[in-house]
């Protein structure tokens, strides 16, 4: 059987803002999971339109087609293109999942939710010429899943060939966020046995990887074995991880051991009202710059998630944000305009409200203001957007924030790696269009090594500038003794 897998171009691939480094990153992980389930006679030809011209002139049997929100009208067009040539087309992801009485229209079979249980039943009921208009997944779990079909990644043309998910969803529950709206019906957060998932990375060549979970410290027992069965693999490694799981025991610092070199936070906001607006409790009444120095510490690079335009922002929203980056050495920003989701609870409650201004699809993607603001105007939020990214990444601020930490080498892990991200558009081009992106990896790779004398100026726990074993050993008990304080006064906070 001939088998088409395809991620189209989200739409913001057409912006002139558009970069093109941002989205050769990562390969699409999820479709070479599913092709893991197909027949290793079958002819797979798995294509993501972010890094190539689609070739839309085959005549595949069966067409697997992601769809997120901005690709959505995209995706639909290259559904209809194949039904019509003949092809049983089927329609996944996040849209699907959140509308799919609008996908429904456009495939031959939808799935709503993860794919794990349910793209292996489809296959046997397409098979038996029995196969179903939608399939729902309730049951969720790792356990048994085939490993990934990497060798359908054309590895050359991403910076991030090796990126991983070893969980799905979080334990979280934030309002503006899809999870919910992706695992209803079903846990909606769970983990590989550890055991699989080092043998997953062990099968992954190279030392960097990217882990693309949603929060890779949201299950202590799992996270835990995970890194301790990492320690002496000799890998670095990028993730994402709350606030609230940063300060608590002392995951982070196994994290660490195992080769955390940078970890995407979400801060989201400083307003206490915002947070219970997005019902993101796991951030209230947590000491930010606590998390920011105790990753400083440890030599973790830190890129901070901010929304800016939910209820409670005003004017001063931006400068503040951006501020506060610079002054905690913050190493990227990655700011974004509160967007509803179709899905989420944000998104009903605002629609019930009278608050969405839009439902073209293709405005939704964290640069737009689709929803009827409230202290900002729509133009105030979308120019102090702009102008937050803008600022942020000027060379003065880059040098400001990387001057920050205490450690030559930390300063110029800062400078290289926020300098190298937004102000080498040109090279990272040139990259692309040679095909040659995947041979930066050893760059990226040494800028993630272990920094020796840890901490930035305010951070006074910095272990590498204390050589006595006694004096290290004190310091460590005091790092605890500080902690463990810091967890007391949340629980009785809480
Ligand atoms: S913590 Fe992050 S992934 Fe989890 S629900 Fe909130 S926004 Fe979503």
Not at 83 to 101: C, D, F, Q
Not at 270 to 293: M, R, T
Not at 295 to 318: A, P
């Amino acid at each position: 059987m001939k088998v088409k897998m395809i991620l189209p171009a989200l739409a913001e691939a057409e912006s002139p803002f558009w970069r093109p480094i941002k989205y050769s990153l990562f390969p699409p992980l999820g479709l070479a999971t599913l092709a893991a389930y197909l027949d290793p006679e079958d002819e797979i030809d798995l294509q993501d339109q972010h890094v190539e011209t689609l070739n839309l002139d085959d005549n595949p049997d069966l067409v697997v087609i992601q769809v997120y929100i901005t690709n959505a009208y995209r995706a639909y067009k290259i559904a209809d293109h194949y039904r019509e040539k003949g092809a049983y087309v089927i329609l996944g992801g996040l849209h699907v999942t959140s509308l799919p009485e609008e996908a429904a229209p456009h495939a031959d079979t939808i799935f709503l939710g993860p794919g794990e249980e349910t793209f292996p039943a489809f296959l046997k009921d397409f098979k038996n010429n029995q196969a179903k208009k939608r399939y729902f997944s309730a049951k969720r779990t790792l356990a048994g899943i085939p490993p990934i079909r990497r060798d359908l990644i054309k590895r050359n043309r991403y910076l991030v060939p090796n990126s991983i998910v070893v969980t799905r969803g979080c334990p979280h529950h934030c309002d503006f966020c899809y999870k919910d709206a992706f695992f209803e019906g079903g846990k909606s957060f769970y983990t590989q046995q550890v055991d699989d998932a080092l043998a997953e990375i062990d099968r992954l060549p190279g030392k960097h990887l990217y882990f693309l979970d949603d929060h890779l410290l949201g299950n202590y027992r799992f996270a835990s074995g995970l890194f301790e069965g990492m320690k002496g693999m000799n890998r670095v490694f990028q993730g994402a991880a709350t606030v609230d799981s940063i300060l608590r025991g002392d995951l982070i610092e196994k994290a660490a051991e195992a080769g955390l070199r940078s970890v995407f936070v979400g801060f989201e906001t400083f307003s206490p009202e915002n947070l219970k607006q997005s019902n993101k409790k796991q951030n209230l009444k947590k000491d930010y710059e606590a998390a920011v120095n105790r990753l400083h510490s440890l030599g973790i690079m830190i890129n901070g998630s901010f929304v800016f335009g939910l209820d409670d922002d005003g004017q001063d929203v931006f400068k503040r944000t951006v501020d506060w980056g610079v002054q905690n050495a913050i190493t990227t920003s990655t700011y974004h305009i509160l967007t509803p989701y179709p899905g989420t609870k944000l998104f009903k409650d605002m629609d019930a409200q009278n608050r969405i201004v839009t439902r073209n699809w293709d405005m939704y993607d964290t640069r737009s203001v689709v929803y009827k603001t409230t202290k900002l105007t729509a133009q105030e939020l979308k120019e102090g957007y702009d102008w937050a990214y803008k600022e942020f990444y000027s060379w003065s601020n880059i040098f400001e924030a990387s001057l920050k930490h205490d450690s030559a080498k930390h300063k110029l892990k800062h400078l290289f790696y926020t300098g190298g991200w937004k102000k080498f558009e040109p090279v990272w081009n040139f990259l692309i269009k040679t095909k040659s992106l995947n041979n930066m990896l050893p760059v990226l790779e040494s800028i993630l090594s272990k920094v020796r004398s840890t901490g930035n100026t305010k951070n006074k726990y910095a272990e590498d500038s204390i050589n006595e074993p006694v004096e290290r050993e004190n310091l460590y008990n005091k790092k605890r003794i500080k902690y463990k304080l810091h967890d007391f006064h949340e629980k009785i906070n809480a």
